[in-house]
Nanobody, 117 residues
Framework: QVQLVESGGGLVQAGGSLRLSCAAS????????MGWYRQAPGKQRIVVAS???????NYVSSVKGRFTISRDSAKNMLYLQMNNLKPEDTAEYYC???????????WGQGTQVTVSS
């Protein structure tokens, strides 16, 4: 099993930056793709960015050029650098990892990001 703990959320003004972190523990060997999702009030949870174990990244179009996902396998960490934040980025952000070994995805508890205009 895998446990995930996010940190780094908070309140920031539009144009500001935040860096989210996700610490993974447990059966780390089983992790393949890692990603960040977000869910705004009254909306569905969507993928923001993902990174494979080979380092291939993907981003939702609305954050391209502003957000950067990275992972440090030696430290079992996942990061999301968010620059030029906009009020529409306000949401609960969740860390997710896929485990082909266990045949499922694991989720963190979420961290709130609020961007004021």
């Amino acid at each position: 099993q895998v446990q995930l703990v996010e940190s780094g959320g908070g309140l920031v003004q539009a144009g500001g930056s935040l860096r989210l972190s996700c610490a993974a523990s447990g059966s780390i060997y089983s992790i393949s793709t890692m990603g960040w999702y977000r869910q705004a009030p009254g909306k569905q949870r969507i993928v923001v960015a993902s990174i494979t174990d080979g380092g291939t990244t993907n981003y939702v179009s609305s954050v391209k050029g502003r957000f950067t996902i990275s992972r440090d396998s030696a430290k079992n960490m996942l990061y999301l650098q968010m620059n030029n934040l906009k009020p529409e980025d306000t949401a609960e952000y969740y860390c997710m990892v896929e485990s082909p070994v266990f045949g499922r995805a694991y989720w963190g508890q979420g961290t709130q990001v609020t961007v004021s205009s």
